[in-house]
């Protein structure tokens, strides 16, 4: 009895030492994922106390994303051809879960620059997860528009990767010393000369120009988006109705609402308060307004989400006013279309709106650089996993050796 007593406490002072052990090394794993979290940024330095990333081409890369610049060069000797060419690759830094008209504003932006230094741009959009199939050697770009200079990285003397998104206008004009173009509307006819590929859409934009609608369009962003507001929370969507009603009584008639939604729960709502004046598009959505189940991380098609998607942008652009909050398909609407009336979503109940100041349509501010980038460490981290995984892809040689230039060198 005396030996079987013995053993118990034996093995229950084991089973103490090890539920200590444990716990001692589960802490250190927690308070060493705390110091990567807490890495701080001061003064343009990032400081990080750990060395899990530090090979080869970790400093290179560290400092040319902290000036927004992954840039590298191609240099073709055997051409005849003394042209340069501007490959955008963003799905070297991006590898989140950019949507379609965010990675459209960023290509763009490559687009926009590359014309300003006389280049001739290129697009590749690879593995970038929300649009892109898993195969990585498909350019999804040619997925949805016709290629833009298709092979012209191998036929130019100099290539010109373009390996993120390059930051504000301002900046790109003051590192290159580029004189801007003074006609922005030129300028953007010329970006916007991309074929949109034939698809199943016939009949969509009558949708919006029949009979001579004068249409109100809704973009109304839910599920995952109230991670991204400033309160972590999405508008009521009685705010939405309510802003929705105010401007739609100010249209002439005949008159519809046209809305794009990633949620189904909106459109229901819209149809319940506005009846038969409600049209939309056939789409993949959710089903709620508030969740986490947004249909963009979902196993649905890519392709046919990224479709979606972008015939929903197109046939916004096509209305005369536009009821919108922040969000990157609203800021690729009024790219599209400059001279829209555009209409910030308003949380001010309907009652006070005559007492507020008479709001005059504002037209749309084309010239303000639509995407703004966050350079944080953990972004940072992010990208550089994602460089790894995708470098091998760039037409840039280069690139995948981690050899960056300074663009503002050049």
Same mark, same amino acid.
């Given at each position: 009895?005396?030996?079987?007593?013995?053993?118990?406490?034996?093995?229950?002072?084991?089973?103490?030492?090890?539920?200590?052990? !444990?716990?001692?090394?589960?802490?250190?794993?927690?308070?060493?994922?705390?110091?990567?979290?807490?890495?701080? !940024?001061?003064?343009?330095? =990032?400081?990080?106390?750990?060395?899990?990333?530090?090979?080869?081409?970790?400093?290179?890369f560290k400092r040319h994303f902290i000036m927004s610049n992954v840039v590298?060069?191609?240099?073709?000797?055997?051409? @005849?051809?003394?042209? *340069?060419?501007?490959?955008?690759?963003?799905?070297?830094?991006?590898?989140?879960?950019?949507?379609?008209?965010?990675l459209i504003l960023m290509t763009l932006d490559h687009i926009s620059l590359?014309?300003?230094?006389?280049? #001739?741009?290129?697009?590749?959009?690879?593995?970038?997860?929300?649009?892109?199939?898993?195969?990585?050697?498909?350019?999804?770009?040619?997925?949805?528009?016709?290629? *833009?200079?298709?092979?012209?990285? $191998?036929?130019?003397?100099?290539?010109?990767?373009?390996?993120?998104?390059?930051?504000?206008?301002?900046?790109?004009?003051?590192?290159?010393?580029?004189?801007?173009?003074?006609?922005?509307?030129?300028?953007?006819?010329?970006?916007?000369?991309?074929?949109?590929?034939?698809?199943?859409?016939?009949?969509?934009?009558?949708?919006?120009?029949?009979?001579?609608?004068?249409?109100?369009?809704?973009?109304?962003?839910?599920?995952?988006?109230?991670?991204?507001?400033? $309160?972590?929370?999405?508008?009521?969507?009685?705010?939405?109705?309510?802003?929705?009603?105010?401007?739609?009584?100010?249209?002439?008639?005949?008159?519809?609402?046209?809305?794009?939604?990633?949620?189904?729960?909106?459109?229901?709502?819209?149809?319940?308060?506005?009846?038969?004046?409600?049209?939309?598009?056939?789409?993949?959505?959710?089903?709620?307004?508030?969740?986490?189940?947004? *249909?963009?991380?979902?196993?649905?098609?890519? =392709?046919?989400?990224?479709?979606?998607?972008?015939? +929903?942008?197109?046939?916004?652009?096509?209305?005369?006013?536009?009821?919108?909050?922040?969000?990157?398909?609203?800021?690729?609407v009024a790219y599209f279309n400059p001279d829209i009336y555009t209409h910030?979503?308003?949380?001010?109940?309907?009652?006070?709106?005559?007492?507020? $100041?008479?709001?005059?349509?504002?037209?749309?501010?084309?010239?303000?650089?639509?995407?703004?980038?966050? @350079?944080? =460490?953990?972004? #940072?981290?992010?990208?550089?996993?994602?460089?790894?995984?995708?470098?091998?892809?760039? *037409?840039?040689?280069?690139?995948?050796?981690?050899?960056?230039? +300074?663009?503002? $060198?050049?």
């Amino acid at each position: 009895m005396r030996i079987s007593q013995k053993r118990l406490v034996l093995a229950f002072t084991i089973f103490s030492l090890f539920i200590v052990f !444990f716990c001692w090394i589960l802490s250190e794993m927690l308070f060493k994922e705390d110091v990567k979290k807490t890495a701080s !940024f001061s003064g343009g330095i =990032y400081n990080h106390n750990y060395t899990s990333r530090e090979d080869g081409i970790w400093p290179s890369f560290k400092r040319h994303f902290i000036m927004s610049n992954v840039v590298a060069e191609r240099n073709n000797n055997n051409s @005849n051809f003394s042209g *340069v060419a501007c490959a955008s690759e963003l799905y070297l830094t991006t590898c989140g879960n950019p949507g379609m008209a965010a990675l459209i504003l960023m290509t763009l932006d490559h687009i926009s620059l590359c014309h300003n230094i006389g280049g #001739m741009p290129t697009i590749f959009w690879r593995n970038c997860y929300t649009v892109c199939p898993r195969n990585a050697s498909v350019n999804a770009w040619e997925l949805f528009f016709e290629s *833009v200079n298709f092979k012209i990285e $191998d036929q130019v003397k100099k290539v010109f990767c373009l390996g993120n998104y390059l930051g504000p206008e301002a900046v790109i004009q003051s590192h290159l010393n580029i004189k801007r173009s003074t006609d922005k509307n030129v300028e953007r006819k010329s970006l916007l000369n991309l074929s949109f590929r034939h698809r199943d859409v016939e009949g969509f934009e009558g949708i919006i120009s029949r009979r001579g609608y004068h249409v109100l369009a809704v973009h109304i962003r839910g599920t995952d988006h109230g991670d991204e507001m400033e $309160d972590g929370k999405l508008p009521q969507l009685m705010t939405w109705i309510k802003n929705a009603e105010y401007h739609f009584e100010s249209l002439p008639s005949p008159k519809k609402i046209f809305i794009a939604s990633d949620n189904s729960e909106s459109i229901r709502k819209f149809i319940s308060e506005f009846g038969d004046k409600v049209i939309f598009t056939k789409a993949h959505r959710s089903y709620n307004y508030e969740g986490m189940d947004s *249909v963009h991380l979902s196993n649905i098609d890519h =392709y046919k989400l990224g479709t979606e998607v972008l015939v +929903d942008i197109l046939l916004m652009a096509k209305c005369r006013h536009f009821l919108h909050a922040e969000s990157s398909v609203a800021s690729l609407v009024a790219y599209f279309n400059p001279d829209i009336y555009t209409h910030f979503l308003d949380h001010i109940p309907k009652e006070k709106y005559k007492e507020a $100041d008479k709001k005059v349509p504002r037209k749309s501010n084309s010239n303000i650089n639509l995407h703004e980038s966050d @350079n944080t =460490y953990s972004e #940072m981290l992010e990208s550089y996993e994602c460089f790894k995984e995708n470098k091998a892809y760039s *037409v840039c040689e280069n690139m995948a050796e981690g050899k960056f230039i +300074d663009f503002v $060198d050049w």
